[in-house]
């Protein structure tokens, strides 16, 4: 090996040591041994919690909910609407048949969130029959205007194009990827689309029972 030769080696070396030190400390004290396997499950923790913004926002029921107070269990929240003619029947198909085969106590520690896009069409009634369809146990949540749920989606870095409500059968743009927010209320990460069940089932466990 010449001296050019060992001298990329070692830089090579050092780099891959650096990015495993950022790895390590980004994960540390989350209680998740196996990160590389998170990844793979499409999990994708945040260095540093988020906060969320105290916007209020309409659940299925009608009441009101701020949504920095989302507090005592893990949330995965899906940005999408009741009118969506494939990604939201698929994922919540997908997310209804991920928390049938976790353990009962990660599901105890869960609840999925459809937030809508569509705050046009989607009002709580609308909401709660169509989740109804999925999980009566997955909430949803509605604003009074679509920039009410724009400074949500903002927040967690999963943003949609608002629709021209004026044209009909109209569709939106949004994304598949859910964000977690964590027991404390705080954005702790974001699980990418497409969703894996088999890999998720693995996965979550090991997120929503660690301490």
Not at 6 to 13: E, H, M, Q
Not at 41 to 51: N, T, V
Request: proline share 8%; aromatic share 6%.
């Amino acid at each position: 090996m010449t001296r050019t030769q060992k001298t990329v080696f070692i830089l090579i070396a050092l780099v891959a040591l650096i990015l495993g030190l950022i790895i390590n400390k980004a994960l540390s004290g989350r209680g998740q041994v196996d990160s590389v396997a998170l990844i793979d499950a499409g999990i994708i923790l945040l260095p540093q919690s988020r906060q969320l913004p105290p916007v209020t926002l309409q659940d299925q029921n009608g009441q009101p909910v701020v949504v920095n107070e989302l507090k005592g269990k893990w949330s995965l929240l899906f940005f999408g609407y009741t009118f969506c003619p494939d990604i939201c029947p698929t994922t919540l198909a997908q997310l209804r048949q991920i928390k049938s085969e976790l353990p009962k106590e990660a599901v105890d520690k869960l609840q999925v969130i459809l937030v809508s896009v569509d705050p046009h069409r989607d009002t709580p009634t609308q909401l709660k029959q169509y989740l109804g369809y999925f999980d009566p146990q997955f909430r949803g949540l509605t604003g009074a205007t679509v920039d009410d749920v724009q400074k949500v989606s903002n927040a967690v870095s999963i943003p949609f194009i608002p629709a021209d409500t004026s044209k009909p059968n109209y569709t939106v743009d949004h994304s598949g990827n859910l964000a977690i927010i964590g027991p404390d209320g705080t954005q702790r990460g974001f699980i990418r689309a497409p969703l894996n069940n088999q890999k998720l089932v693995a996965q979550l466990p090991g997120l929503l029972l660690r301490k």
